[in-house]
Structures are given as C-alpha cells and as structure tokens.
C-alpha cells in the first residue's frame, strides 16, 4: 500500500470515528432530556430547562412550595465510577439563624457540596450514620441540629443520600440517581448512566422527607380552639 493510500484510509477510519461519537453523544443528550419526564406531572406553573451537559431541569410548586430539580454529573473521579446526582432544593424560609450541612462517606472531592465550606464543625448525633461530616455556621447550628436532628436521621438511612443542607432560605438534598457504566468509563473513559427516567415515587419521598425536616424547625402551630358548645337550657321549674 502507497503512503498515500494509507494516509488516506487512516483519514477515513477517524472521519468514521468521529462520525459514530457523534451519535452516541446525541443519543445520549437525546436520552438524558427524558430523565425527568415522568416528574413534570408534579409540579405545578414547572417551568424546564435544560444544562450544558444535556440533563433537564425543572422548576415549580409541588404543595404549593417552591422547589429547583437538577442532575449533577460528577466525572472527575480516579478510584470509583462515574456518579450522577439528582439535587432537590426546597425555597422555602425557615426560622434558623444557623445554617447546617449533612456530608455522607465525606471524600475530599465533593466540588457540589456545601457541607465543607462551614466553618464549624459538630458533633454526629448517635441517630446519623458513622461515615458522616456535620458541619455548622455558628454556634447557633447546635440549635438547629439539636431540632432536627431525628428527622435528618431518617432520611440518611437511605444510602444513595450523599448530603442534606439546612439554612434560613429552604433546603437541599443530594441524593445518587445513577452511577457510570464500568465498560464505558474504563475503555473509552465516558460517563453513560444509563436511560432510566427518574421514578416520580423518588421525588416525592425526598420532597416529603425535606418537609419532615423543616417541620422539625417551625415553631409548633397552636391548636384551633374548640367552638363553645351551646349552654344547656334551664329546666322549667313545677309550680
């Protein structure tokens, strides 16, 4: 084979290259764009929108709160797979004057997280699991981890949440909706996550479980008084 004809198929082979990565990176935006699409029945007045890296983003009241959904795609990783993570944020105003972060299985990498930026560390409660990082504003994070404290317990039984945030503007859970597939991140060094949309019944049960939270921290609502009973009539007197 001449020196041009071989050139020239090599040209050919990475035209084709190029050509089939192409596609795949379509697919895969194509496929991402519908990781939320059985959630949008939730919201109401949902606005959508869509990232840079192709994965949705909803907006909108579910109960009347308002509450932000978007993926973080986590890729820069040398020692595990590829993670992708669904944030749910809850605007919603509380009455702490303290803010609070909940970082599980802490690794130094989490670029996302908030937890570490806090400048006070706190003492793990026996309800959060061992491999935990509790970190603080002030010194008035005891408090709002002292109120809730049970209620951020019950949503870190569930493994696949990585970090929970409380401060006076709302709340944020990071939860793990998928990790990379081994072949593609080994061989080819991309991040597939695969093509399963979000299942509404896992937006729901975090929504509800940051709610617990913030229930936790509001001053108990004082029960509705009983509406006086009619006074009862005199009995007519036998003359």
């Known amino acids: ?8 198929l090599v040209a050919a082979g990475l035209m084709l290259l190029v050509v089939m990565i192409q596609r795949e990176r379509a697919a895969q935006f194509r496929a991402r764009s519908r990781f939320l699409a059985d959630c949008r029945s939730l919201f109401d007045q949902v606005v959508e929108s869509e990232g840079a890296d192709g994965f949705p983003q909803l907006e909108g009241l579910i109960a009347g709160k308002r509450v932000q959904v978007a993926f973080i795609p986590d890729t820069m990783t040398l020692r595990r797979l590829p993670q992708l993570w669904l944030s749910v944020t809850l605007l919603d105003p509380l009455p702490v004057t303290g803010a609070l972060g909940v970082l599980a299985r802490p690794g130094g990498t989490e670029f996302y997280a908030l937890t ?14 061992a491999a935990v990082l509790v970190r603080g504003t002030g010194p008035d994070s005891a408090t709002t981890l002292a109120k809730a404290g049970n209620a951020i317990g019950s949503l870190l039984a569930d493994p696949k949440v990585k970090e929970i945030v409380v401060t006076e503007k709302g709340l944020r859970i990071v939860w793990q909706a998928a990790e990379g ?21 896992v937006l ?3 929504f509800d479980g940051l709610e617990t939270v913030a229930a936790a921290l509001r001053p108990p609502v004082p029960a509705a008084p009983r509406p006086a009973g009619r006074a009862a009539r005199p009995k ?3 003359t």
Do not use: C, N, W, Y
């Not at 806090?118 to 699991?129: K, S, T, W």
């Open 1 to 8: 084979m001449s020196p041009i004809a071989f050139i020239a």
């Open 116 to 129: 570490p930026t806090f400048a006070e560390r706190l003492e793990r409660p026996p309800v959060f699991p």
């Open 181 to 201: 597939k081994r072949g593609e991140h080994l061989i080819l060094r991309q991040s597939a996550f695969g093509t399963q949309p979000i299942d509404p019944a």
């Open 204 to 206: 729901v049960a975090l």
């Open 236 to 238: 007519a007197r036998k």
